[in-house]
């Protein structure tokens, strides 16, 4: 994923052409560090944009002294509109919004984008868009307009193969990359002057996984790095590694980043509070991942993942692998 996107921020951001840039969409479950990814290869360019640039903005008008924002994050509203969604990007930059109506606040953002120097925006929680309402459908025919502003376009959702956000796209099987008829937007607003069809890459940022050797190793390392950052006075190496421990955390997390570190951050404040200054199967049967009410998540949007409980983590049990059985001559002539 980190490949890909700053590959594509990169090339976007040096282009010089007035041709509508492509855009990345981000999708994963919820908790599984999708905006946390992005917003570290977005901030990863922006220092080297503004190094690069010696940290003044290239497009800069004479006189002017706009504040250079190579990347700008939005979250996406609960009810998106195509004004609220202008709104959300506008206050961003602390721009005006009053009385303006559709067209206005286009312009402003545009605007904003440019005075700014914006090469990236991140629009997360995309999928909290409802395909079925017409304000939604209005409202990513805007974003897609968005795209000829010059930008690297970065939608952030869950599960957005089945949000209906590519509905009216095809998937192009020689490249994998998601294609679009124009938007609606760009024809009334004159966004865009050409009929150039916009183009997203795709990319899922999936959980751990605990079935195989390799998925297994990539579990612990995880694990070991978050060892390494805790700071309980009591803990000892492998604490989180050796042993049973990397398979009751992922039974207890699914193997979601956001439920781990939500799991640690509780079992951490208990272990402090206990004075036992350690994590242990024994302390961490007694924290409850507890997601209801999460602030700035919509949990039907499905950004709130079920966290299994204590109970299911003790009683589920991975099957035992019987490749290697000798189940007998009865078992042989029946296979034969």
């Known amino acids: 994923m980190a490949k890909l996107l700053n590959g594509r921020i990169e090339s976007n951001a040096l282009k010089h052409k007035p041709t509508t840039r492509a855009g ?27 190094a690069l640039h010696h940290y003044l903005n290239p497009d800069a008008l004479p006189g002017a002294r706009d504040l250079h924002v190579p990347v700008a994050y939005v979250q996406t509203p609960v009810t998106a509109k195509p004004k ?24 402003q ?45 970065v939608l952030i959702g869950v599960n957005i193969p089945a949000s209906g956000l590519q509905r009216e796209g095809r998937c192009d099987t020689g490249t994998g990359q998601y294609i679009y008829a124009p938007a609606r937007h760009a024809q009334v607003h004159g966004l865009e002057p050409t009929q150039t069809e916009r183009r997203f890459d795709l990319v899922e940022l999936d959980r751990f996984r605990y079935d195989t050797d ?13 060892e390494n950052e805790l700071r309980l006075m009591d803990a000892s190496e492998g604490m989180l590694t ?15 980043v956001g439920l781990l570190e939500r799991f640690m951050e509780d079992g951490c404040r208990e272990a402090i509070a206990t004075g036992k200054e350690r994590l242990t199967e024994e302390l961490l049967e007694g924290i409850t991942i507890d997601l209801a009410g999460a602030p700035g998540r919509d949990a039907e949007a499905g950004e709130v993942p079920a966290a299994p409980s204590p109970r299911a983590a003790r009683t589920r049990k991975r099957p035992r692998n019987t490749v290697l059985d000798d189940r007998g001559p009865a078992a042989a002539q029946g296979a034969g």
């Open 24 to 50: 990345v969409m981000i999708t994963g479950g919820g908790y599984q560090g999708k905006t946390e990814s992005a917003c570290e290869v977005a901030a990863a360019f922006e220092d080297r944009w503004l």
């Open 214 to 226: 390799e998925q297994i190793a990539a579990w612990i390392a995880h694990l070991a790095g978050v």
């Open 242 to 256: 050796d042993g049973v421990m990397p398979e009751y955390l992922y039974q207890r997390t699914g193997g979601v």
């Open 84 to 107: 609220s969604t202008c709104k959300a990007i506008l206050s961003f930059y602390g721009a005006e919004t009053k009385n303006m109506d559709l067209p206005d606040l286009v312009r």
């Open 109 to 153: 953002v545009a605007s904003s984008l440019h005075d700014h120097g914006t090469k990236v925006l991140l629009l997360d929680d995309i999928t909290r868009l409802r395909m079925h309402r017409a304000d939604d459908q209005d409202t990513l025919d805007l974003l897609r307009a968005f795209m000829s502003m010059h930008v690297t376009l």
